[in-house]
């Protein structure tokens, strides 16, 4: 099956510092989204992607869909302490015609005020 | 739109009880999804659909039952509760418009613990 990397798997931050994660996959993806999960709730979009080489910025937020659409990265820039919080890549499965979308892992981030 | 409603928002179930997890949208999405999230981790795909009367089995689809009777709601069964059951489940929902627009929209989960 599909498979998602993301990384790093956690970041320490002081407030004010940028802070940049990516995800890579081992085959072909026409989606790719970004999403924040704060404790106790469910994840919530902050980009969708979905044209190669595409650059999307959404507030101290963006993103991009790689040319090779094997990957994808997140920039927050100048972090705020309510940027904590886990963030998942997205990709949507062309595989098989499904279209199911798969997720990486998540990348937990703590930002120290 | 209320758009993705999970019931209910915490459970305790003593080992070998059955439950269903309620989820339901509004949204008229056709594919649903069911995640669950152990503490710490990521998203793993217990089942989904792709429209009523159609489910598939995702990476962890032991021990869970599905049903897709129809567009609005996906419940996902336990029957034999079992301790590493324990967790949180999320329910999600999107509608790819000719492979575009397929954000994911998550309700707010349900915390299981088996005792």
Known sequence: GQQLNQSPQSMFIQ?????????????IFNTWLWYKQDPGEGPVL?????????????GRLTAQF??????????ISASIPSDVGIYFCAGQDTQGGSEKLVFGK???????? | NAGVTQTPKFR?????????????????????????QD???????????????????????????VSRSTTEDFPLRLELAAPSQTSV??????????????????????RLTVV
């Not at chain 2, 439950?19 to 669950?36: F, I, K, P, S, V």
């Not at chain 2, 503490?39 to 039952?65: C, F, Q």
Request: hydrophobic share 30%.
């Open chain 1, 66 to 75: 790689g040319i090779t659409r094997k990957d994808s990265f997140l920039n």
């Open chain 2, 39 to 65: 503490p710490g981790m990521g998203l793993k795909l217990i089942y989904y659909s792709v429209g009523a009367g159609i489910t598939d089995k995702g990476e962890v689809p032991n021990g869970y039952n």
């Open chain 2, 89 to 110: 489940y999320f329910c999600a929902s999107s509608s790819p418009y000719g492979g575009l627009n397929t954000e994911a929209f998550f309700g707010q989960g349900t």
């Open chain 2, 12 to 36: 305790i179930l003593k080992i070998g009880q059955s439950m269903t997890l309620q989820c339901t949208q509004d949204m008229n999405h056709n594919y649903m999804y069911w995640y669950r």
């Open chain 1, 46 to 58: 902050l980009i969708a992607l979905y044209k190669a080489g595409e650059l999307t910025s959404n």
């Open chain 1, 106 to 113: 998540g990348m937990k981030l703590t930002v120290n005020p």
């Open chain 1, 15 to 27: 407030e004010g510092e940028d802070v940049s994660m990516n995800c890579t996959s081992s085959s």
